[in-house]
């Protein structure tokens, strides 16, 4: 199931997660209803989403959603997004590491934003099949001088270890 979910917010300046451990639920239930959690786009406040079966995640508070900053994800690219951040968060020479950045002058989200050997790079996570929009996507992060890592998931592009 596909739920508008995001991983990241801005609070103050600065961007936290909800799936840490670094904010409580209650702390981030908590600032949600303060509506101080927002948008690292727009600036229009987020609210905290958990359940039981869902893992926590936040969401434009009035359903209008910024363009530039939700789209619906399955939970296989919520959770390939968070593995991959903290895997290159480890990595030698990494720094600067973001996870769901945004660029303003190409108005995108990345799902991981770092620097290496001071040039701009970015991970996709790509979970649902696109063509068109890939080339689109990644034209734009040329044209800004970002090297691009597309990485595709399992459920839409493989089916028993073969590419469909």
């Given at each position: 199931?596909?739920?508008t979910a995001i991983l990241t917010c801005k609070i103050r300046n600065e961007i936290i997660n909800c799936y840490d451990g670094t904010h409580t639920r209650e702390q981030l239930k908590q600032w949600s209803k303060k509506k101080i959690l927002l948008c690292p786009a727009c600036g229009k406040p987020y609210e905290y989403c958990h359940g039981r079966i869902v893992d926590p995640y936040f969401r434009h508070a009035d359903k209008t959603e910024c363009e530039?900053?939700?789209?619906p994800e399955t939970n296989?690219?919520?959770q390939g997004k968070i593995d991959?951040?903290?895997w290159i968060k480890k990595q030698k020479g990494v720094?600067?590491?973001?996870l769901e950045g945004w660029i303003p002058e190409t108005k995108q989200r990345p799902d991981i934003m770092f620097t290496y050997r001071n040039e701009l790079w970015v991970i996709e996570y790509q979970c649902s099949p696109i063509s068109t929009e890939y080339v689109e996507r990644h034209e734009l992060y040329q044209t800004a001088g970002i090297h691009d890592i597309w990485?595709?998931?399992?459920?839409k592009y493989f089916q028993k270890n073969k590419l469909i």
């Amino acid at each position: 199931k596909e739920v508008t979910a995001i991983l990241t917010c801005k609070i103050r300046n600065e961007i936290i997660n909800c799936y840490d451990g670094t904010h409580t639920r209650e702390q981030l239930k908590q600032w949600s209803k303060k509506k101080i959690l927002l948008c690292p786009a727009c600036g229009k406040p987020y609210e905290y989403c958990h359940g039981r079966i869902v893992d926590p995640y936040f969401r434009h508070a009035d359903k209008t959603e910024c363009e530039s900053y939700s789209e619906p994800e399955t939970n296989e690219h919520m959770q390939g997004k968070i593995d991959l951040y903290e895997w290159i968060k480890k990595q030698k020479g990494v720094r600067d590491v973001v996870l769901e950045g945004w660029i303003p002058e190409t108005k995108q989200r990345p799902d991981i934003m770092f620097t290496y050997r001071n040039e701009l790079w970015v991970i996709e996570y790509q979970c649902s099949p696109i063509s068109t929009e890939y080339v689109e996507r990644h034209e734009l992060y040329q044209t800004a001088g970002i090297h691009d890592i597309w990485i595709c998931g399992t459920e839409k592009y493989f089916q028993k270890n073969k590419l469909i």
